[in-house]
């Protein structure tokens, strides 16, 4: 029942669950069940408080950063209510710190990919550019921080270098390289949501104070990666979307609403990337990488940046394994799974236990389990290669569960998703012809463009048989992998 007097943020809203799978909207400080019928005084309010029609079509930006920041500490709010972070208090934390630690890494060498798109799309050059210039180029080298955590933890350099990023880390690399390159408004807005997560100084001081307290991890190696916080504070990073925002005297409630929206969408993906960090192998492959060195007799690690190399292409199987499974799978299969899919460098180990799961790793089929690109070149048609690329799509558990368990949730998110996806086709078709040196394969796609360019409006007339007054399509923002997956 709605409250007396009771009032709410303009904030965008979640979509949670709890332990029993029941699902809740939660907006500021509402939470409402799907199994309650929502009281029509409360419908009204919640409502009115994820439109920002009363507010015109030009917003101050003094107002727009009130609106900004309550979105942050809804956000927050969210992503910290993940499981994960009562488990990192805890002496059994050290398999998803070590995830941790290596992922952000992964994250943070991929800082100027990521901010660089907002820059790179802008056609003039004004103040807010230069404030995230220079933020580009601060945070450019902070990828040290944590593999200075990993040297002292004992891991070699190159086997650092040649790690793989968890298959949730691409997502939220190129979820980011995709929403930066929208706006630079919501490039800083959405960097913001990062960065504030460490507003409470004292809070984020005595987490990784505990850290050392409760002998979860060397008071060293703790240090190495808590440099990274100071230094942000110190070069004032939290201010940086202020600044970026600030700059203007006023916001147009559209691009106000795109800012929102990302932030929701990046908190999203956050949470996503934590739970990933629980029940992925990321850490347990860290606790190998501190045992093993480069065999120099193998063959060199590719020179391209890990998150840019999609060689080679890991089976669907692989990868939720990779990302979900590691209460599934005993410890020598995750082991050797980890190894086989995080380690790209030859290597060897002075341990025989070590040897024996890389050797167990190095005797699986590699074609039972991936795909190697570079083979293609010489033995195979183009179009050959591709379909073998299909390995990370066939076998996907959504097939299944579409097939054994299907439900009217499960065909709407498959069919809006989809939408979501077709509808962007007109931008990232329009990308490849617009880099495309050759006039066959240009008119091949201007065709393909031609045919897919009003597909979405199939989709979408299904669609509509589900809206009512505050249910409507156009509203409904996609999935963060959505948005890594189409680029744009």
Same mark, same amino acid.
């Given at each position: ?24 909207? +939660? %907006? ?9 019928? =929502? ?5 009204? !309010?919640? #409502? *009115? ?106 891991? +070699? %350099? ?9 298959? =949730? ?5 190129? !979820?980011? #390289? *995709? ?310």
């Amino acid at each position: 029942m709605l409250e007396n007097n009771m009032t709410l943020e303009y904030t965008v809203p979640f979509f949670l669950k709890n332990d029993s799978n029941e699902e809740h909207l +939660n %907006i500021d400080k509402v939470n409402v069940s799907n199994q309650n019928k =929502i009281d029509r005084n409360l419908f009204s !309010l919640i #409502r *009115s408080k994820i439109s920002l029609d009363d507010y015109g079509n030009t917003i101050p930006s003094e107002v727009a950063k009130e609106l900004i920041d309550n979105q942050y500490k809804v956000c927050l709010n969210y992503i910290y209510s993940n499981s994960i972070w009562e488990k990192l208090r805890t002496n059994n934390a050290i398999e998803i710190l070590l995830g941790y630690i290596i992922e952000t890494r992964h994250y943070l060498l991929a800082a100027s990919s990521r901010m660089s798109s907002g820059l790179a799309y802008s056609w003039h050059t004004t103040p807010m550019s230069f404030i995230l210039t220079e933020h580009l180029i601060e945070e450019a080298d902070h990828a040290v921080f944590f593999e200075n955590a990993l040297i002292n933890l004992g891991c +070699n %350099i190159n086997i650092i270098k040649s790690l793989k990023p968890s298959p =949730i880390t691409y997502e939220w690399i190129f !979820l980011m #390289r *995709s929403i930066s390159s929208r706006n630079p408004i919501v490039s800083a807005v959405c960097s913001g949501l990062m960065e504030s997560s460490a507003r409470d100084r004292n809070a984020v001081k005595g987490w990784h104070k505990l850290l050392i307290e409760k002998e979860i991890l060397r008071p060293k190696t703790v240090e190495k990666f808590y440099e990274h916080v100071e230094l942000d504070i110190k070069l004032g990073h939290g201010s940086c979307w202020e600044e970026v925002l600030m700059s203007n005297s006023f916001i147009t409630s559209e691009l106000l609403k795109e800012a929102l929206n990302s932030i929701t969408i990046v908190a999203e993906m956050l949470d996503r990337w934590f739970t990933s960090l629980e029940y992925g192998l990321s850490g347990i492959t860290i606790q190998l990488a501190g045992k093993i060195n480069q065999n120099k007799k193998g063959k060199n690690t590719p020179t391209v940046d890990s998150y840019f190399n999609g060689n080679p292409v890991f089976s669907s199987t692989v990868l939720h394994q990779v990302s979900h499974e590691r209460n599934v799978l005993n410890d020598a299969v995750s082991k050797i799974i980890g190894y086989k899919y995080f380690v790209q460098s030859p290597a060897i180990s002075k341990s025989s236990e070590i040897q024996n799961i890389i050797n167990s790793a190095n005797s699986i089929n590699l074609k039972e389990l991936s795909v190697n690109i570079s083979e293609f070149k010489k033995q195979k048609p183009l179009i050959n290669s591709i379909k073998d690329w299909l390995i990370s799509v066939d076998g996907h558990l959504l097939w299944n569960e579409m097939l054994e368990n299907p439900s009217e949730n499960l065909a709407f998110g498959f069919i809006l998703e989809n939408y979501h996806y077709i509808n962007s086709s007109i931008a990232h078709t329009s990308a490849v012809i617009y880099s495309c040196p050759i006039e066959d394969l240009r008119n091949d796609f201007i065709k393909h463009l031609h045919e897919e360019e009003n597909h979405g409006e199939i989709l979408l007339k299904s669609l509509r048989s589900f809206e009512n007054d505050f249910f409507k399509i156009e509203n409904l923002r996609p999935l963060p992998t959505t948005l890594a997956f189409i680029g744009f």
